[in-house]
């Protein structure tokens, strides 16, 4: 969807929350000098726009516990990819899931599965679980473990553009 | 330390939060609790560290932009450096080390459709290493699941 100027201040002042306000929405309009109405007006057409996802609580998986993140790795037909990858996004704990392209002879993984677990156990059991899903389909796998984070800010649109 | 009422904000307020006049009012209603008592917990839950943040998510593909996810094998001895380098564009909004020989992975976002690939020549060009641009061509229908349970809760407290 295309955004205007105006869209663009409320992304700017809200991509890093939301006032923890009764009137969250009525804050923002303030700071930007618009009309509230104008505000919740916008949010809701770039919610429905898909600019904003959603709303809400974006929890810190590792605070919570859920301190192993595999990004798991298959390498399947291309010509089936897109049936396998729904297959895949839809277990319950794979949080998401790609088709991206490969870089041979380097890189031959081209669906990309996301699982998040309390050990490192938890998360070979989801894989297995991946695997056997995928049987004879899945040419080789792997799991890049994350092992440290370097960076974590989230979206940030620039002042210009 | 969290709580059942806590537990029940992180699962149920995952996405949904109103637009509208009083939306801690809204969704409190829904999760049993009050206004102020709402606003109070999702604050003391971001200090605690339990959230990263409360609003919205933007999704830089559906605001006129563009995102990927890139990947660079960065020497063990100047693997400080290189995070450096990377960290340092404001464009990458996540950077993970992972095990592998592409032992740097990072996100990139941009609000212009261009601005992704400036950034990875601009990496590349910093760095003096081998960037591998890896886009989505699709992607899975996943949902909201990330619940906690009882479990969770000890683990997190």
Not at chain 1, 14 to 42: C, I, K
Not at chain 2, 107 to 120: F, I
Request: proline share 4%.
């Amino acid at each position: 969807m295309i955004l205007d100027d105006t869209d663009r201040q409320i992304v700017r002042a809200t991509q890093e929350g939301l006032p923890l306000d009764p009137q969250p929405y009525h804050r923002v309009a303030e700071a930007l000098n618009l009309d509230p109405a104008d505000v919740m007006t916008r949010v809701r057409r770039m919610l429905d726009g898909g600019a904003i996802r959603r709303i809400g609580v974006i929890p810190n998986h590792y605070a919570l516990g859920y301190t192993f993140n595999g990004m798991t790795v298959w390498d399947v037909d291309d010509a089936r990819v897109s049936e396998l990858g729904a297959k895949v996004g839809a277990l319950d704990f794979v949080s998401h899931c790609y088709h991206r392209p490969r870089h041979l002879p380097l890189w031959r993984y081209n669906l990309f599965a996301m699982v998040h677990g309390r050990s490192k156990d938890a998360v070979e059991r989801q894989v297995e679980r991946i695997a056997e899903l995928l049987g004879d389909e899945a040419h080789d796998h792997r799991i890049l473990y994350s092992t440290r984070i370097l960076k974590k800010t989230g979206l940030r649109i620039k002042e210009t553009g | 330390m969290m709580d059942a009422a806590d537990r029940r904000i992180i699962n149920a307020l995952q996405g949904g939060f109103p637009v509208s006049e009083r939306p801690f009012r809204d969704a409190a209603v829904e999760l049993g609790l009050d206004e102020g008592d709402l606003i109070r917990r999702i604050e003391r839950l971001q200090a605690d560290g339990y959230l990263s943040r409360f609003g919205p998510l933007y999704d830089a593909e559906n605001m006129g932009g563009a995102k990927t996810l890139a990947a660079l094998s960065a020497p063990e001895a100047e693997f400080e450096r290189v995070t450096e380098q990377v960290n340092a564009f404001d464009a990458v909004a996540h950077n993970y080390q992972r095990a592998h020989d592409l032992n740097m992975w990072f996100v990139v976002c941009s609000d212009t459709p261009g601005g992704v690939k400036e950034t990875l020549d601009a990496i590349e060009a910093e760095t003096g290493l081998k960037v591998y641009d890896m886009p989505k061509l699709e992607e899975f229908f996943i949902g909201l699941k990330f619940e906690l349970d009882e479990k969770d809760a000890e683990d997190a407290a």
